[in-house]
């Protein structure tokens, strides 16, 4: 088992940035895959970015690409979303999660999720 501890959600307005974290404990060393999704109300997750937490590939959404910048670091076991730009929309609740296989881009190939932080961007 993976567990994953997100922080860093919260209100800002639009041309704003944060930043969210998440941190992992249990059984680190199976995870393949480290990444965010993103869920509106009465939508399905949708990919945001991820990255391999053996190599380092990062890999986009392609309209958060240019605004959003995720990275690792390994020691902590922690994965980091930047979040520049913001626009209002992408406000949503956004979920950490873990693949131990390596697809990532569908809700169905993640094994482990975070509880969610929700990310509000005001016009």
């Known amino acids: 088992q993976v567990q994953l501890v997100e922080s860093g959600g919260g209100s800002v307005q639009a041309g704003g940035s944060l930043r969210l974290s998440c941190a992992a404990s249990g059984r680190t060393s199976s995870i393949y895959h480290m990444g965010w999704f993103r869920q509106y109300p009465g939508k399905e997750r949708e990919f945001v970015a991820a990255?391999?937490?053996?190599?380092?590939?990062?890999y986009y959404a392609e309209s958060m690409q240019g605004r959003f910048t995720i990275s690792r670091d390994v020691a902590k076991n922690t994965v980091y979303l930047q979040m520049n730009s913001l626009k209002p929309e992408d406000t949503a609740v956004y979920y950490c999660a873990v693949s131990t296989n390596n697809q990532v881009r569908v809700p169905s190939a993640i094994d482990y999720w975070g509880k969610g932080t929700l990310v509000t961007v005001s016009s």
């Open positions: 990255i391999t937490w053996k190599f380092g590939m990062k």
